[in-house]
């Protein structure tokens, strides 16, 4: 029996704006209209026979994004466990491997990334049967994807002698320049590095023993730490910590004398930047080899991408341009220069600017809120509370809040004696009323009914900061106003 493996722990720099730290790529809906990379992920296990529920390793800060888009699929998991802070796939594997071995007797792991495109699900199936029998005969595989041009954005592996049902590994690539990868091609004996993994729980921890034995303890330091969080696993922070960063690659597979891969043709795709997207879109290119998503109108212009989330983008006279317009921030880049985005994001965190964290509208556990106004002394939000949840018990030392319901009903809780917790009130606020939270009074927002709550926000104030929040109740367990 399978135990899939969904590691989802990128940040996906190379995709923004769209892409933000605390809304990564894995979250978003770039190839399908209904359902995210990490969906997509999940949906095409249905194919897989005999498999267990996926076992998930992301980011806390994103652990109930998972959940919530878990949920959505009426998917429960095995675990999800969180890593406190990135430490590349090796350590994620490892923990992962610890876990699967907790709930199967050394299961056959299936890792994969939860931000990549596999639109030939039979194909990537197939593959994975053909793995099966190579991990049988003690092999850790890999899938090679077959390349169809010279792509200078991923790494190769190249295959060595026949067995089974692949190759054993000759050697792995790091990205190469554009005369070799066109040589590459021309040999056929080059495969592109898809980062999906199949092998033994097992035999992946006794590798990482002899090869990287620095993350294996520190790894089963931090999990044999970890603590249960709700529906979640939490890895022991100082432990994972103290933990070195390597990728599987460098820390098992390259070292190891048992590496074998097997090829396949999947239409994959890792929608590593804003060229991998425009490539999946190309197949409803017009005439002029123009892709476009939103409202977008376009006047002489030629194989260029356009991506508008929320108002008109229109463009007149380019060429070879990707343009991509969120309520925020807009990047226009040449086609063939896309991967540099990452520069800008570096230039956002060091100027602690907050366009490269989250966007206009962000993601909490009980639904969203969305910026929409600033100014001196005031802010206007739209809030949206999901139906049976609500927000922690809470108060302000630098603002007051008026609330108006625009649909839905709230209930709403204060305190009669300011910043009290012991005296508490609660009443209904219905559609087209209002209520006011002064300064310094304990409130709670609950949505009570079957239909999303929303309603408008203005806050005033001295200080409209997201960390003027001091919490007294949680049901999702956060404990401070960064805890997302």
């Known amino acids: ?79 999800i466990l969180l890593e406190p802070e990135g430490r590349n796939t090796a350590p994620a594997l490892a923990v992962a491997a610890l876990a699967a071995r ?22 990537f199936i197939e593959a994975v049967e053909q793995g099966r029998a190579l991990v049988e005969q003690g092999f850790l595989v890999t899938f090679g994807i077959t390349p169809h041009c010279a792509h200078t954005g991923y790494g190769y592996i190249r295959r060595g002698e026949s067995v089974s049902e692949g190759y054993r590994v000759a050697a792995f690539v ?39 034995g620095d993350i294996l303890a520190h790894s089963e330091a931090a999990f044999a730490c970890c603590q249960e969080d709700r529906d979640f696993l939490r890895l022991d922070k100082g432990s994972f910590l103290a933990c070195p960063g390597n990728s599987i690659d460098y820390a098992v597979m390259e070292p190891t004398r048992a590496a074998a891969v097997v090829p396949m043709a999947p239409g994959w795709n890792d929608l590593g930047a804003w060229d991998a997207v425009a490539e999946i879109q190309s197949r409803q290119a017009d005439s002029e080899g123009n892709a476009c998503q ?34 925020d921030a807009v990047l226009v880049a040449r086609r063939d220069r896309v991967q540099q985005a990452k520069h800008i994001v570096d230039r956002l965190k060091a100027e602690k600017r907050s366009e490269c964290l989250s966007h206009r509208q962000v993601y909490r556990p009980w639904g969203h809120y969305r910026c929409m106004v600033e100014g001196v002394g005031f802010q206007v939000k739209e ?26 009903t709230a209930r709403v809780t204060l305190s009669t004696d300011c910043d009290s ?3 508490l009130k609660s009443f209904l606020v219905s559609e087209d009323e209002s209520t006011y939270i002064s300064l310094g009074t304990v409130h709670r927002l609950e949505n009570p009914g079957v239909i999303d709550l929303r309603l408008i926000e203005v806050q005033t104030g001295a200080y409209l900061g997201e960390d003027d929040i001091l919490r007294f109740d949680d049901v999702y367990g956060r404990t401070t106003s960064d805890d997302v």
Request: hydrophobic content about 40%; glycine content about 6%.
């Open 1 to 79: 029996m399978i135990f899939p493996v969904i590691l989802s722990g990128g940040s996906g720099t190379r995709l923004w704006p769209v892409s933000r730290e605390h809304y990564p790529k894995q979250f978003l809906r770039l190839n399908h209209p209904d359902h995210s990379l990490l969906q997509e992920t999940v949906l095409r296990l249905g194919s897989l026979e005999a498999h267990h529920p996926p076992l998930v390793v992301c980011n806390e800060a994103h652990r109930f994004l998972v959940a919530a888009q878990l949920d959505e699929l009426g998917m429960r998991p095995e675990r």
């Open 102 to 123: 907790q709930l199967a007797e050394d299961p056959v792991l299936l890792v994969m990334p939860a931000d990549h495109v596999i639109d030939d699900t039979r194909a």
């Open 174 to 212: 790091e990205k190469p320049d554009s005369e070799r990868a066109s040589a590459y091609l021309e040999s056929g004996d080059y495969l592109w590095n898809s980062g999906i993994f199949l092998m033994r729980a097992s035999q992946y921890l006794a590798e990482l023993a002899e090869h990287a």
């Open 294 to 327: 939103g409202d977008v109108m376009l006047h002489e212009v030629r194989n260029s991408f356009l991506r508008s989330e929320s108002r008109l983008v229109a463009a007149v006279g380019v060429e070879n341009l990707v343009i991509v317009e969120t309520e």
């Open 383 to 408: 809030i949206l509370v999901r139906p049976g949840q609500l927000l922690s018990l809470q108060m302000h030392y630098h603002r007051a809040e008026h609330w108006v319901v625009v649909q839905g």
């Open 421 to 423: 917790t012991q005296e």
